[in-house]
């Protein structure tokens, strides 16, 4: 029997890639195409990667692991001198599944916007859905036309777990701060920990969802690339939520060669507690000469942006084969 | 123990000596940091419902269970009735909040219930089964369309939505936790 809906199916899930392409490119974003396989990765204590093993010559064996993301070769490029890029790759995650919200296998889109910073990029964004929305996208507009809400993680912490985030830079304050406000939580953490376990707990879940929610400034504490704020213990950094489902993922990038040395060396300390070790990435230090201009990099999940355009409330919607369905 | 990463719909954990039964596991990983778990608990004893957090590596406590065999007998406006097929006692299990699952229970047959120091806590559905359609509308002659679906209702009052050659008195195989039908079962 063949399946009346599919070829349908297919012209609308290619013409989503491709009107994403389409918008990029006619903002000057040049589209690179970049290593999926790679010799060393950027250590991230919370993602698990995928191991191969390449048959160099003489039958020489040498490790190689699939990206979770392409960032470290997009930042080469940037550092190089490329100016706007974007690219949609492949990008691999291994560990648990049994979530309707993620598949190992995923596109992942990211840009780099040289000479602008994380709040430019909401714009670019809100660009995008515009565009997908005018091009036959149109059915759920009510819930992602733009403007986006906008709302700082402090003030979403006050608004819905009851306290102020900036005043618990210690972990115990943070924890006591959280178990008043009925969190349960750990007699053990760190303050990064306790952070997530309070967001996810009370803050996450009682987001607004009647419209695309950027969450701005995270806490500095939370280790990551993006650069600090020039005042609070805040980073340069926000997220995008779409009827409660994580989207995207933007930072004014750090680009000083020290600060990223510092970050490497500690979050290769912690990936160590992983199951999947691999070779840690020495070259993104220096990826960026002294005195770039500021550059922001964007992570948006492309199966599910399509799923959420969609109107669709799982991965299994959008994706042709599923994870789960080829590997039963 | 038990990892949080193994911990499932349905996995009895203590909480505070208290044993509390998963009903929805979401696994979040937010990229930067650490992964998690977050929880949704249900107090067998009271019912009240408890969210937790949970990083994939925690340890938390696990209950030691007991599955019995049972046959359900009948319900009425506020237990279900069973009998312990081994013995022969009879005991009932309050259907507050287990409202969907009488759908599920047919007379006679025989479940798996899980016992906590004596108290039957929960009754654990095989995930298909078979049931028979007691009211099935007939199709329409000449619509062939394919895909078209109607709903037909079983012998426990089940709804189902259906392919339109199933008929009455014809025996389904039902995914009891999407509530799907998965095929005809021949006689």
Not at chain 1, 65 to 85: D, F
Not at chain 1, 97 to 106: A, K, Q, R
Not at chain 1, 114 to 125: A, M
Not at chain 1, 261 to 280: D, F, I, M, N
Request: glycine residues 8%; contains cysteine.
């Amino acid at each position: 029997m063949t399946d009346a809906g599919l070829r349908g199916r297919l012209e609308s899930h290619a013409r989503f890639a491709s009107e994403i392409r389409g918008y990029f490119t006619a903002r000057g974003y040049v589209e690179v195409e970049t290593p999926t396989l790679s010799p060393f990765l950027i250590p991230e204590p919370a993602i698990e990667v995928f191991q191969t093993e390449y048959l160099g010559p003489g039958g020489h064996p040498r490790d190689l692991w699939l990206i979770p993301s392409p960032e470290l070769w997009m930042k080469r490029l940037v550092g190089r001198g490329s100016g706007n890029i974007f690219q949609i790759s492949r990008s691999f995650r291994n560990g648990d599944v049994g979530s309707p919200l993620h598949n190992p296998e995923f596109r992942l889109l990211e840009w780099y916007t040289v000479g602008s910073g994380y709040v430019e990029s909401i714009d670019v964004l809100e660009g995008l859905f515009s565009h997908l929305l005018s091009s036959g996208w149109e059915k759920r507009t009510r819930q992602l036309s733009p403007p986006f809400h906008r709302l700082t993680m402090n003030e979403a912490f006050q608004r819905y777990a009851g306290f102020d985030l900036a005043g618990c830079q210690d972990v115990e304050d943070l924890v006591r701060a959280a178990r008043r406000a009925g969190v349960r939580m750990p007699e053990e953490s760190t303050w990064e920990e306790a952070f997530h376990i309070a967001f996810l707990t009370s803050v996450e879940p009682a987001l607004p969802r009647d419209a695309p929610l950027v969450l701005l400034d995270y806490p500095s504490l939370v280790p990551t690339t993006a650069r600090r704020a020039a005042a609070g213990p805040w980073a340069q950094r926000w997220e995008l939520f779409v009827d409660g489902v994580e989207i995207a993922n933007c930072y004014t990038e750090e680009t000083d060669t020290e600060a990223l040395t510092a970050l490497l060396r500690e979050e290769g300390e912690r990936k160590k507690a992983s199951r999947v070790q691999h070779a840690v990435d020495d070259g993104l230090a220096a990826a960026f000469p002294r005195g770039f201009p500021t550059v922001s990099g964007t992570a948006l999940g492309v199966d599910r942006l399509e799923m959420v355009f969609s109107g669709e409330k799982s991965l299994e919607g959008v994706i042709l084969f599923p994870f789960s369905d080829i590997v039963p | 123990m038990i990892k949080a990463s193994d911990v499932a719909k349905g996995t009895f954990i203590l909480i505070n000596n208290q044993p509390h039964v998963c009903v929805e596991r979401e696994y979040v990983n937010p990229g930067k940091g650490s992964a998690f778990v977050r929880l949704k608990l249900k107090n067998i004893k009271t019912g009240s419902v408890l969210r937790q957090t949970n990083k994939v590596q925690d340890n938390l406590e696990d209950v030691s269970v007991e599955y019995k065999e049972v046959q359900f007998l009948y319900a009425d406006a506020e237990s279900y009735a069973f009998m312990d097929t081994k013995t022969y006692e009879q005991f009932s299990i309050p259907s507050e909040g287990e409202e969907e699952k009488r759908d599920f229970l047919k007379d006679g047959e025989n479940y798996q219930v899980v016992f906590w120091e004596q108290t039957p806590i929960d009754i654990k559905l095989p995930t298909k089964m078979v049931f028979t359609v007691s009211e099935a509308e007939r199709a329409e002659r000449g619509d062939t369309v394919s895909g078209a679906t109607k709903v037909i209702t079983c012998e426990t009052g089940l709804k189902v939505k259906v392919p339109l050659f199933i008929k009455t008195g014809d025996r389904i195989l039902v995914n009891t936790e999407t509530r799907e039908y998965q095929e005809r079962v021949n006689n």
